[in-house]
């Protein structure tokens, strides 16, 4: 057999441990040493000299009263966890949706005359969820110690059963170290999906605008072909054989008089367009300026800026 209080090996006959000293579960123990013994059960190893003396005072008074507890307040839904309170660390969890929906209904419910009781009923919330965790903490665990135990009492009445049921529902937990890694992955993934997917969309955006801009070229020199002969640009682009454009094209405009070049792009960029702009030097030869008032600058093709 092995001591409860630190792991040491026994003869079953020993009343105290040979290592720590502390009384064994076959010793014969008084009520007090009896419910301090399934607490240090219950509590673990890990600051047993935090709990126990709160546990102790609470078993005199024969009720809770309020504390604070420094991981309650800083990392309550871990702690609780770390503390094998499942049930009380889901409620925790859903808390805040349940609240939330809570709320959400009640200010569609009274509408704008009822916003500052919305508020009012969102920062009392906070302002709970903040405080009376840690307040509350000691209480709860202890409850939630003395829960075990009774039930614990009711099934093993042989006492070493009973201290190795306690020490196999209480003590501490380690699923706080997935649940954080879990969290701590899910951020991860979430960060880094919100840098790469807006900066993939924009480096997809470019590509198109640059094939875009390639079919654009390839028309202007069409154009620039008919001025040199005709020293004027067609009235359409139906006396110009056009090369293959670009599936982002949805249309093709041409101002003569102005020399514009209008491309309207399609669908998702529908209403965006880049603008070819002519001028002709002394030797009577187009040149093509690209702009755009519709494209962001950042994702308009260099020659386009």
Known sequence: MHC?????AHTDTAQYCPQCGQPLANATLNPAEVTRQNFEAMVGPKNQHYYLPRFEAF???????????????FITFYW???????????????LPYVVTTALGVVGAV??????????GGYGVYCLA??????????GLYYRHCQSKIRKAEAQYPERQRLLGYLQAKGGTSNVILFVVLIFGLIAVI???????????QQYTQKAKLMQVYHSGQSVTQELSLYYAEHQALPDNLSQLTLPQLAPQIAALQLDPEHGVLDVQLAAPASGQSLQFIASADSNGALSWRCQSQTVPVRSLPPACR
């Open 110 to 119: 009274v509408g704008e005359q009822g916003q500052m009781l919305v508020l």
């Open 59 to 73: 078993e005199a008074t024969g009720k809770t009263s309020l504390g604070w507890h420094w991981p309650a307040f």
């Open 190 to 200: 979430g960060i880094l999906a919100a840098i790469a997917l807006p900066a993939y």
């Open 129 to 138: 969820i903040l405080l009376l965790p840690p307040m509350l903490a000691n």
């Open 4 to 8: 409860i209080h630190c792991g040491s």
């Open 80 to 94: 609780l966890l770390y503390r094998k309170m499942w049930l009380a660390a889901l409620l925790y969890f859903i």
